[in-house]
């Protein structure tokens, strides 16, 4: 397995230049003849968050400048986890043609889509930064542990982008139930509401959901102004570690079968 490992990690630095291409390709032919070109990576978000924090802080009758701080700081990390494990599944797919016509390492694909994705969701949050700002919001030193959550969502999002790819090439159904499954994620996740508010038959739900530390990890340096509990640290990187061992495993032993069945 050691052996298989280190051929992995030296075949995806061999492909860093087309790693980089892809990755390039992705962020350029997504807005292409657009008038405000990359903004639109910025403003789709940012518009729907707007939304959002106005018509639910006017149902949960709360302050909407510090429900939108609380709505922006779930959504940004939920929108990168999401993304990512919705558009993995496409990773072969879309790319069947260049998979058959030369040998590159397979997980620069969905590789490519995790590292365009976390420069986005990273100028959306450049972007959160500025909107706190502007409606009177406050920043206090905690806001530096952010990259690190970025580094514990990232690997936690791509283990599971990892086992997407390959299972969406034996049952292309996958995809859409995907899809499904992320809309009714969302509301099992406290993005919209705190963790402590579901109570009773429902509550274990949440317990359950790999999802909650993570948005921990950005909601308490940017909501509370502190560093998250080491409890909640601890548990987020268990979660990446296992997602990335689980993820590269299954990936290693579905590599080969992959050019067959697409």
């Known amino acids: 397995m050691k052996t298989v490992l280190a051929r992995f990690f030296v075949e995806i630095y061999d492909g860093r230049s087309v790693l980089s291409q892809l990755v390039s390709q992705q962020l350029i032919l997504r807005y292409r003849r657009t008038a405000l070109g990359y903004l639109w990576s910025l403003i789709n978000p940012l518009m729907m968050m707007t939304v959002m924090a106005v018509v639910f802080s006017t149902l949960f009758k709360a302050d909407l400048k510090t429900f939108a701080v609380f709505l922006f700081a779930g959504m940004i990390p939920w929108n990168f986890f999401s993304s990512l494990t919705s558009q993995s599944c496409f990773s072969f797919i879309n790319n069947e043609g260049l998979i058959k016509q030369i040998y590159l390492p397979k997980a620069i694909f969905p590789l490519s889509i995790a590292i365009a994705l976390l420069i986005d969701s990273g100028l959306s949050f450049l972007a959160l930064f500025v909107i706190i700002l502007s409606i009177g919001g406050s920043l206090s030193w905690a806001v530096l542990f952010i ?5 514990l969502l990232f690997f936690f999002a791509l283990g599971i982008g990892l ?10 159904d996958l995809q859409y139930v995907i899809s ?6 969302f509301f099992l996740t406290p993005i919209l509401y705190k963790p402590e508010s579901l109570t009773g038959k429902v509550e274990w739900l949440i317990k359950l959901n790999p999802v909650v530390p993570f948005i921990e990890l950005f909601r308490t340096p940017l909501f509370l102004n502190t560093v998250p509990s080491l409890d909640i640290i601890l548990q987020a990187t268990m979660y990446s570690v296992l997602s990335m061992a689980i993820g590269l495993n299954f990936f290693l032993r579905q590599e080969k079968k992959i050019v067959f069945r697409l």
């Open 180 to 185: 499904i499954a992320m809309q009714g994620m």
């Open 147 to 151: 990259p690190i959550a970025y580094v």
């Open 163 to 172: 086992i997407m790819s390959v299972l969406t090439v034996f049952f292309r």
